[in-house]
């Protein structure tokens, strides 16, 4: 027979109070550092004029646009990270909430989508390379080149677009309960329920995973010369330089990370299979899973969204080059990984961990906790 507990107490941690305040001093940083862009006129990182930017929205900002609204960004989130954030922080309900919430998340969205590109994706997928193969002289890369200025500010702007979103979710959890009064806090109660995410997260998952492994394949035919969207040249070039093998190795990591999905619906996801030494049998830190999932989900959407605006992409598409065609997918798949981690979370979830907990005491009563969920106490089925 099941037991039967209560949810516990909301406890509010020192986590979301540390990342307002950082996110405070990183807006900060930023819009000085843009405002210095501003007046002298150099040194704006997203330009057309740098050749890696090709596939980057913001290219089609001038240095003379592009430095002002990054200034007024930088500083307006700064000033937003400290309303919210604290004691003292501000609890409005109705049209103010909404649009503070509203600018909030925009700004999330232009941090870790629009600014970082395809660029940041590669780098990514190669880092592993990099530091592993960094003391024998392969790849044979310039680093400076690699972490050059446009990349470091992409960089920059993912970290403090995904610190900016620990902070809004730790301010409207703790404004739920007022928004919840004027009858905006309770929607959507129902998918946020851990039985909910277990259904929709099944399907979420198995998406994200296998697109992942298409992309894989292509990249997997180089090495045994099937140059699927390559040319005869091309394949000479790529087996010449020994590029195969970097897309080898990309490949390899799509696969190793395809699993990784997987393991968010998986027992061995939540607590350390067997085979782990040290670790096996403990539970799995949500936060462990949760945060490289939202990162790779995030930059995986930013580069659909910047490779979707390269007009070279129509023209191979057009001539189904199966070289590109996976990446087709991307958008999709950052959103699907997205939803996958979510679903993680609100299974895995405790109370005031800064995301709604759905169900309210009031109507469901306690709740018995049996094979990684919550349900309300009254339902004897077996787990």
């Not at 395809?118 to 972490?147: C, H, K, N, R, T």
């Not at 490949?251 to 939540?270: K, M, Q």
Request: no cysteine; glycine share 12%; aromatic share 10%.
């Amino acid at each position: 027979m099941t037991g039967t507990i209560h949810p516990p107490r909301a406890r509010p941690g020192w986590w979301p109070e540390y990342a307002g305040y950082l996110t405070a001093v990183w807006a900060a940083l930023y819009g000085l550092l843009a405002l210095g862009w501003t007046i002298t006129g150099r040194g704006y990182p997203y330009g057309a004029d740098h050749p890696r930017n090709d596939s980057n929205l913001l290219r089609l900002l001038t240095d003379a646009t592009g430095a002002p609204v990054f200034t007024a960004v930088g500083f307006l989130t700064a000033a937003l990270a400290l309303a919210i954030t604290g004691p003292r922080a501000v609890r409005p309900h109705g049209l103010t909430r909404t649009l503070l919430l509203g600018y909030g998340w925009a700004t999330v969205g232009l941090l870790v989508l629009v600014v970082p590109d395809m660029q940041v994706l590669a780098l990514a997928g190669y880092l592993p390379m990099l530091v592993v193969g960094a003391p024998f002289g392969w790849p044979p890369v310039e680093y400076s080149e690699i972490f050059d200025w446009p990349m470091i500010n992409k960089i920059w702007a993912v970290a403090g677009g995904l610190l900016l979103a620990r902070t809004l979710f730790a301010w409207r959890s703790r404004t739920a309960a007022r928004a919840g009064s004027d009858g905006a806090g309770t929607a959507g109660a129902g998918w946020t329920t851990a039985a909910s995410a277990a259904r929709w997260g099944r399907w979420v998952t198995w998406i994200a995973a296998v697109i992942p492994v298409l992309y894989a394949v292509t990249r997997f035919a180089w090495v045994f010369d099937i140059g699927l969207g390559m040319t005869d040249a091309e394949m000479r070039e790529l087996r010449e330089t020994g590029a195969v093998w970097a897309g080898a190795g990309l490949a390899a990591f799509a696969v190793l990370g395809a699993v990784l999905t997987v393991g968010l619906i998986r027992p061995w996801g939540e607590r350390f299979p067997r085979w782990m030494v040290g670790l096996a049998g403990r539970r799995v830190p949500v936060m462990l899973a949760v945060v490289p999932a939202t990162l790779v989900a995030a930059l995986v959407a930013s580069a659909g969204i910047g490779l979707f605006s390269v007009p070279d992409l129509w023209s191979m598409v057009a001539d189904l080059n199966l070289a590109v065609l996976p990446a087709l997918l991307w958008p999709l798949w950052g959103v699907t990984l997205g939803a996958a981690a979510l679903a993680y979370h609100l299974r895995r979830r405790e109370p005031g961990d800064g995301l709604p907990v759905g169900g309210a005491p009031g109507r469901d009563g306690p709740y018995s906790r049996s094979a990684g969920e919550y349900r309300p106490v009254g339902d004897h089925r077996q787990p």
